[in-house]
């Protein structure tokens, strides 16, 4: 153990705006069971006082203070390079701001390193910090065929059996990631103008084109402060669409490419078409510009017009859950999912799971789905208090009403696919030759 922890390993951790978690995740980081380290946090012009906190808690932590906030990859990549300059690490580190280290994460994914020169990247177990049992991911794969991510051991709850195996994958995500030194002199550093999602998965795309293999490593844990799935704007709406068709399109083999960036447009009119049926305009918004950015190839950091508040859906799943009745789910292949969902956005809900004993109309059932627009039927439950609801937590009532709405959706898709979807394609795919 000794040996490898004289490694020299330089850490990388970007924050912005999180004073009170920036803190935690320095404190966490001193608690390592690793000798050979140096801290350096990238500040993206903080408001919160970011700045101040750590110079007096943690004067010998290396800050660099940036002007402009450049992003989750324009700030990683300010201490990438400042690290790089230095010319005496041989790993990188990269941390989110609102991560808790374990004392071995270090160790275990510079052990693995040193096992496989032929790894690039290693990243860690990540459980979800507010229940610190359930596994956000486990490293994540690519989906070529329907241009998605599958996110490996998402929403797993550890009791139901240790997850001990090491996975080798498409991406981990920058939470906490080591990287090779050689593999980013290799394959470069992040692309910058992603900004914000899809910069890592990308960047460990290019490293893996390069030869290397990553791995997410089940003994390295830390806990990260996930999202409730509550966002209050629409921003990171507008990268998600706009970097995914960028990702896809310049990486989407060749045979592939018009079933892959058709999967995705007719996603984005789903997306689309739910915003607007739920009065979510400004979503709706965001996801044009974002369409709109991608065909013209248009990147970098959004403009202001291009997001804002992403306002009360007219259907409240709040309003269904918090009633007085007893909630209960339907058990079927998006169960899981689903459950996840809620637990991160409402941890205190209890449920129970529906069967043929327990469908009466004192309840409410939840019967999940891949999405309320696309879906079975399932004639078990009509005649009760039923909705659907999908991963997204969308909500449609499973009656007269929501059939109609349903049907309205199928016919408005349909005439998308038969005269936008091609015109489309033909835009993008001039973006496409223009790069070759």
């Known amino acids: 153990m000794m040996e490898i922890c004289n490694i020299p390993v330089g850490i990388v951790i970007c924050n912005w705006n999180k004073k009170d978690y920036i803190l935690k995740c320095i404190e966490s980081v001193k608690q390592l069971n690793y000798r050979n380290y140096d801290i350096t946090v990238v500040d993206n012009a903080s408001t919160d006082g970011s700045v101040e906190a750590i110079e007096a808690e943690y004067p010998d932590v290396t800050l660099i203070k940036n002007t402009e906030n450049k992003g989750g990859s324009g700030g990683f990549n300010t201490g990438i390079k400042y690290i790089l300059n230095k010319n005496k690490y041989k790993y990188l580190y990269l941390l989110d701001n609102d991560v808790i280290v374990d004392q071995d994460a270090l160790y275990e994914l510079v052990k693995e390193m040193e096992s496989d020169e032929h790894l690039g990247i290693v990243g860690s177990k990540i459980y979800v910090m507010d229940i610190p049992n359930q596994i956000q991911e486990l490293g994540a794969f690519v989906r070529w065929n329907n241009a998605t991510l599958e996110f490996n051991k998402r929403g797993y709850i550890e ?7 090491n996975v080798e994958v498409d991406y981990v995500p920058a939470c906490s990631l080591l990287v090779r030194v050689d593999a980013v002199e290799t394959a470069g550093i992040m692309d910058e103008e992603f900004f914000l999602y899809w910069d890592d998965i990308e960047w460990a795309h290019r490293i893996k084109l390069k030869g290397y293999t990553i791995k997410a490593i089940s003994s390295s844990k830390v806990w990260h402060k996930l999202g409730g799935g509550n966002k209050t704007n629409t921003l990171g709406t507008y990268y998600f669409w706009r970097n995914r068709i960028y990702f896809f399109n310049q990486y989407a083999p ?17 997306g689309m078409y739910t915003s607007l049926f739920y009065g979510k305009k400004q979503t709706a918004r965001s996801m044009y510009e974002a369409i709109k950015d991608g065909i013209n190839g248009r990147r970098g950091k959004a403009k202001e017009n291009q997001y804002g508040l992403v306002g009360t859906p007219r259907i409240k799943l709040n309003d269904i859950i918090t009633s007085d009745q007893k909630i209960v789910i339907a058990d079927n292949q998006y169960s899981h999912s689903v459950k996840t969902m809620l637990d991160r956005r409402f941890p205190d809900l209890n449920y129970g799971s529906a069967n043929d004993n327990n469908i009466t109309n004192e309840k409410v059932i939840l019967i999940p789905c891949s999405h309320v627009f696309d879906h079975t039927d399932d004639i078990k439950y009509e005649g009760t208090k039923s909705y659907w609801i999908d991963g997204y937590l969308n909500v449609l009532p499973n009656n007269t009403f929501g059939k109609k709405a349903i049907n309205r959706f199928q016919n408005k898709k349909h005439q998308f696919i038969t005269k936008q979807l091609t015109v489309l394609l033909e835009r993008l795919r001039q973006q496409r030759v223009e790069k070759e």
């Open 254 to 270: 060749e045979e592939q490419w018009e079933e892959i960036m058709s999967t995705i447009f007719e996603d984005y009119f789903t």
């Open 159 to 165: 009791e139901e059996g240790i997850v001990t195996e």
